[in-house]
């Protein structure tokens, strides 16, 4: 999810020199997934630490800094787009610097230099804590040199690292590794972010201590393969032992793991989720495909029946779990009968929510060169159908809550009605998975509130505060369909 350039009333705005004296502005814009978010709050930090002023004014910005994602072909395109809308400030604002850092710069240095003009610097993913540096390079040079700043390993911060935070308050994301030890067939992050690189616990549960410090009430635990936390550190059960320690900081209300590969899931690591309460019952495990022949294509470990019996098993051992999941369709090689089994799996699975993408081509990556490409219109309506499916089983999910009375996290007002609050249960994501409009009751974000549910739609919830009395304002179906369930 992209966010606009920072402005004052998101990221906080501090009026600074830099180092010569020379007051300078920064535009800011944050493209990609919340593992980009985090590198752009800690650059964001790093500038301000520096002297650099922030703008939510592009025209009033020297330098603009755009953090690109470079995932799959609409992230791609999506950053491209944002380079070349911004490097028209060079003729219409004051911009005198446009730098593109992140993931695409890191995969495509020399190209996006060469293709374009508009650029004067790219910034890899291991140069992040030297943005400040970079910016003055560019800045005080004369003759203006157009410039690549890449370096390996990618920079993994630490608990020391300032951070400007992005969004609300009391949520925050931790990074709690880079990189990746997989060999996923249709995935370019190891060439982008390299192998993986975890960061000691200590260093993890000082940051969350300092957020929760902050009034951070629900930390999301990411990386590229949470569940593999720690193998770098010659930690056995990485996860679970970090979990434990995170549970100890009191003041943290919601501890959330994203990415768990579904691989070396233990009996001791899903205990641990069930028992623990401050331990979301959460579980986000991309699948990818059910079909044996598609999953080997891909280079997933495990087949179907592993995988049956791995969502059998965490329900079984967390009552009540909450289960997302993602699939790609259109992978080289699907045929009708590979995605047949896939749509009638999501059916009978029955996930609370499910993502699904479409293939696209990485270059460098093995599937990349294999055959049986597919049509990018069936990839369309292979996306649809299954869609179609998953959307019965949410709004199925989603009506079973009615009645009942969930702890919610408040999230502020709601943009779509000044009359309504907006929160979330333990079971909702932030930003992917929908949201519990509250119509009655005052209640500032970060507090939590016990929601009496009244009425659900597909991904969203609408209730009152337990106990309230008298007649609420009507949610309008606008309201509540507004959601698509996060599909990213």
Avoid at 165 to 187: M, P, Q, V
Avoid at 407 to 428: A, F, M, T
Avoid at 452 to 463: K, P
Wanted: glycine residues 10%; hydrophobic residues 35%.
């Amino acid at each position: 999810m992209g966010h606009p350039l920072i402005t004052p009333r998101r990221a906080g705005t501090k009026r600074a020199s830099t180092k010569k004296g020379a007051t300078t502005k920064i535009g800011f814009v944050n493209l990609g997934c919340s593992k980009n978010q985090v590198d752009s709050e800690v650059m964001l930090g790093t500038l301000v630490n520096e002297g650099f002023e922030l703008t939510g004014d592009p025209k009033k910005a020297e330098v603009v800094i755009i953090n690109t994602c470079g995932f799959i072909e609409e992230a791609k395109q999506e950053s491209i787009d944002a380079i070349l809308e911004h490097g028209r400030l060079k003729k219409d604002g004051i911009c005198r610097v446009l730098i593109a850092a992140g993931c695409l710069a890191q995969r495509y240095q020399g190209e996006l230099l060469k293709e374009l003009p508009e650029l004067d610097g790219v910034v890899g993913t291991g140069e992040f804590g030297n943005i400040a540096d970079i910016c003055r390079d560019l800045l005080s040079s004369k003759r203006h040199p157009r410039r690549l700043w890449i370096s390996q390993p990618p920079y993994l911060y630490d608990e020391m690292a300032p951070r400007m935070r992005l969004g609300r308050h009391h949520s925050a994301y931790i990074k709690i590794a880079e990189g990746c030890n997989r060999n996923c067939a249709f995935c370019a992050i190891p060439l982008m972010r390299g192998k993986q690189r975890s960061r000691s616990i200590e260093s993890i549960v000082g940051e969350a201590r300092r957020l929760a410090g902050e009034g951070v009430k629900e930390i999301n635990l990411i990386s590229q393969d949470t569940v593999n936390y720690g193998v770098d550190l010659g930690l056995r059960h990485g996860l679970a032992s970090l979990l434990r320690e995170l549970v100890k900081v009191k003041a943290l209300h919601w501890i959330r793991p994203f990415y768990l590969y579904p691989q070396q899931v233990t009996d001791e690591l899903l205990d641990l989720y069930a028992g623990e309460e401050r331990i979301t019952k959460y579980i986000d495990m991309p699948l990818q495909h059910i079909s044996d022949r598609m999953l080997k294509r891909m280079h997933r470990l495990g087949d179907r029946h592993a995988i049956e019996r791995l969502v059998e098993r965490i329900r079984e051992r967390i009552p009540g779990v909450f289960f997302r999941t993602a699939f790609i369709v259109g992978f080289p090689g699907e045929t009708d009968q590979d995605f047949e089994e896939l749509a009638r799996y999501v059916g009978d699975a029955q996930f609370d929510r499910v993502a699904a993408f479409l293939y696209s081509d990485e270059e460098q990556t093995p599937a990349a060169s294999l055959d049986a490409k597919i049509d990018r219109s069936v990839m369309h309506a292979r996306r649809n159908e299954l869609l179609s499916v998953q959307e019965e089983i949410a709004s199925a999910k989603n009506r079973a809550y009615i009645g009942t009375t969930l702890e919610v996290l408040i999230d502020g007002r709601s943009e779509e009605s000044e009359y309504l609050l907006e929160g979330r249960h333990q079971r909702l994501a932030p930003e992917i998975d929908g949201v519990v409009y509250i119509n009655d009751g005052m209640a500032g974000a970060g507090t939590l509130v016990h929601v009496e549910v009244t009425d659900a739609a597909m991904y969203d919830l609408v209730g009152r505060v337990a106990g309230a009395h008298g007649n609420a304002p009507s949610v309008s179906k606008h309201v509540l369909t507004g959601k698509t369930g996060g599909y990213r």
